[in-house]
């Protein structure tokens, strides 16, 4: 199974931007996603993450209500969507699957995708 995250870049604070991260694999509809996200000299975090069906998802209580993780298993990519964002959103974003249910702890996930750049600046 291998992970290719893509959509970062640069933006002002209070833009928008999504990531995609595409699943290599035949059983991609089984595995449970997770969204993290690691800045300079930090531990690597857990941003959002969603269960194989999509129907169950959580998120880190600093992008509540700014960020929405969606999956599309006819399609294959798991998104995440970042609105509003601020400047201490601004880190490398990875992709993660796991089976089960998704996890807030990244040494759960087995696989893992390379990481886009977000920078946010004011």
């Known amino acids: 199974v291998q992970l290719q995250a893509s959509g970062g870049g640069s933006v002002q604070a209070g833009g928008s931007l999504r990531l995609s991260c595409a699943v290599s694999?035949?059983?991609?509809?089984?595995?449970?996603m997770g969204w993290f996200r690691q800045a300079p000299g930090k531990e690597r975090e857990f941003v959002a993450g969603i269960n194989w069906s999509g129907g169950s998802t959580d998120y880190a209580d600093p992008v509540k209500g700014r960020f929405t993780i969606s999956r599309d298993n006819a399609k294959n990519p798991v998104y995440l969507q970042m609105n509003s964002l601020k400047l201490e959103d601004t880190a490398v974003y990875y992709c993660?699957?796991?089976?089960?249910?998704?996890?807030?702890?990244?040494?759960?996930?087995?696989?893992w995708g390379q990481g886009t750049q977000v920078t946010v600046s004011s």
């Open positions: 993660a699957a796991k089976f089960g249910n998704y996890a807030l702890n990244p040494r759960e996930y087995t696989y």
């Open positions: 694999g035949r059983t991609f509809n089984t595995y449970a």
